[in-house]
C-alpha cells in the first residue's frame, strides 16, 4: 500500500499514463427494445484511473460487464492491450482474466474461507501451486488489511472487510485492468474510507482502473477522468476539478445538483 505521506505521485495528474489499454470504439447494447450502450467510445490508458458516474439505468454496470464479456455486445469492438475480445472459447476466458472485477455485493464464496476465497482463481484456472497461491493470497490479504481475517468465512467478516477480501482475490489473478461497479454502495458509512483507501492505494501504484461510484472525493484524490453516462451515452468528459467545477452539459449540471 503507498504511504500517503511519502507518495511521490499524490494526484492523478502527477500519475503519467501509457498506451491504450481497454478500446471501445462503437458499442452498441440493447436489452429489447432498450438501447442501454450507443455507439460508446472509450479509451483506458495503461495506468489510467477513469471514475464513471451517471444516473441510475444509465448503462454503468452494463458497460462494465461488456469489458468482460459478462454481456455480449451487438456492434462495435473491445479491444484488450491490443487483443479484440471474441465472443466466446478460450482466447474469450484468457482475455478475461486479465480484467479483475469487484462488485457492489461482494460475491465471495461463501463456504470458503477468506483465504480460500483468494487461492482458488489462481490454483484452478491458472494453475499456480497451492502452496504458491497462498503465500501470495497471504501477501495481498495485508496489503488489503485483513490477514488476520485469513481463516473465517466471509459472514464472520464486516461489508468493509468482505469488500477488500474481493479486491485481493481480482488482484490474485494479476489483472491489467480492475474494474469496480459502485464498490461502497453497499456499504455501511463507517466503512466506506477504508475500502476507498485501498483503491486510492492501487491507484497510486499505477494501477489501470475503471471505477463506477458517486463518491466525488475518491474521484478528486485519484481519477485521471471522470466520465459522464446517461442515457446510454457518454455525455461528457474531463479531469475531475474541469468537470465538478465547471460541467459543460445541461444533464452533467442536472445530476451533480442532486448528488453534491
Ligand atoms: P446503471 O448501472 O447505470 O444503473 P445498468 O447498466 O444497470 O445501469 O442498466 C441500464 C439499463 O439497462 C437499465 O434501464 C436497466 O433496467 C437495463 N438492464 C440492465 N440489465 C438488464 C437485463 N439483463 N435485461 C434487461 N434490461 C436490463
Ligand atoms: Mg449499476
Given amino acids: 500500500m503507498a504511504d500517503l505521506a511519502t507518495d511521490p505521485h499524490p494526484t492523478a495528474a502527477d500519475r503519467p499514463v501509457g498506451d491504450p489499454l481497454v478500446v471501445l470504439s462503437g458499442v452498441d447494447k440493447h436489452f429489447g427494445p432498450l438501447h442501454v450502450l450507443q455507439s460508446v467510445d472509450l479509451t483506458v490508458r495503461r495506468g489510467e484511473v477513469v471514475v464513471v458516474i451517471g444516473p441510475s439505468g444509465s448503462g454503468k454496470s452494463t458497460l462494465c460487464r461488456t469489458i468482460n464479456r459478462l454481456e455480449t455486445i451487438d456492434s462495435g469492438t473491445i479491444t484488450i492491450d491490443g487483443k479484440e475480445l471474441p465472443a466466446e472459447g478460450r482466447e474469450l476466458a484468457r482475455l478475461r482474466a486479465d ?4 462488485f457492489q455485493s461482494f460475491n465471495l464464496f461463501a463456504h470458503k474461507t ?11 484456472a491458472k494453475g499456480v501451486k497451492k502452496s504458491v497461491a497462498t503465500q501470495r493470497a497471504m501477501e495481498l490479504l495485508e496489503r488489503v488489511g485483513v490477514a488476520n481475517q485469513a481463516h473465517k468465512l466471509p459472514a464472520q467478516l464486516s ?3 468482505q469488500q477488500r477480501v474481493a479486491i485481493a ?6 489483472p491489467k485492468v480492475m474494474l469496480f461497479d459502485e464498490p461502497t454502495s453497499a456499504l455501511d458509512p463507517e466503512m466506506i474510507n477504508e475500502v ?12 489501470t482502473m475503471l471505477v463506477v461510484t458517486h463518491e466525488m472525493g475518491f474521484a478528486r484524490r ?13 455525455v461528457e468528459q474531463a479531469d475531475p476539478e474541469t468537470f465538478f467545477t465547471a460541467p459543460t452539459s445541461a444533464r452533467a449540471r442536472d445530476f451533480l445538483s442532486k448528488i453534491l
Fill in 99 to 102: 480484467v479483475g472485477m469487484v
Fill in 196 to 207: 476507498l483507501d485501498v483503491m486510492v492505494g492501487l491507484a497510486r501504484e499505477g494501477m
Fill in 114 to 124: 477468506v483465504l480460500e476465497n483468494v487461492t482458488l482463481g489462481p490454483t484452478r
Fill in 159 to 161: 461489508g468493509g472487510q
Fill in 169 to 174: 482475490r481480482a488482484l490474485a489473478m494479476d
Fill in 222 to 234: 485519484a481519477a485521471h477522468r471522470v466520465v459522464f453516462m446517461d442515457g446510454g451515452q457518454i
